[in-house]
């Protein structure tokens, strides 16, 4: 089998012109620049991936992920990463505003519902502090209520996303805040 490109794919049965199948044995597709194509992963991670790298000249942004729940830490910090976000995280609020200072992150996914101190009190604490007054902060929450977002503005976030998170809806949100933030 002939190996093909850095990725080491290999041309499979059923293998066509600019079409390989992955050394998991599932076929990836090319468009005539060279750019994967036909599958909805695809056209996803071509609006999505590489965000930081492009606004930010080569260096990846950085984002403070504040959530308490190890699960949710984990899928979505794996899931930003994956995205060439570079993910710090704090495990609670205070950790968050501590963070923060220290980090000097591109962006900030604050859980409200935290120990130590709520996500609403530590986006009001980074407010205040003219270090990171200007970090976007999203809030991220269970609480889908009209008056929990109005909440989250009035605490200083720049926008609401609710949980369980939405992935695609909430790169979106990241890339129009870190888009604004230059």
């Known amino acids: 089998m002939a190996r093909v490109g850095p990725a080491a794919a290999r041309v499979g049965p059923g293998s066509a012109p600019g079409r390989i199948v992955s050394r998991a044995g599932m076929p990836i597709y090319f468009g005539s ?46 899931r930003l990463a994956r995205r060439g976000y570079e993910v710090v995280v704090g495990e609670d609020g205070q950790k968050g505003v501590e963070l923060a200072s220290s980090e000097s992150p591109d962006l900030i996914l604050m859980d409200m519902s935290l120990p130590v101190i709520d996500g609403w009190e ?27 977002r109005e909440k989250a503005l009035a605490a200083g976030c720049d926008d609401y996303d609710t949980k369980p998170v939405e992935l695609d809806r909430l790169l979106g949100k990241i890339t129009a805040l870190l888009d604004g933030a230059g």
């Open 122 to 148: 530590a986006t009001r604490r980074i407010k205040a502090d003219a270090a990171t007054a200007a970090i976007p902060v999203i809030a991220l929450t269970a609480h889908a209520m009209a008056s929990d």
């Open 33 to 78: 620049k060279g750019r994967p194509w036909g599958s909805p992963v695809a056209r996803f991670l071509g609006r999505h991936a590489g965000v930081a790298k492009q606004r930010y000249s080569g260096d990846m942004a950085k984002i403070l992920l504040v959530e308490d729940n190890e699960m949710n830490r984990d899928m979505l910090s794996r």
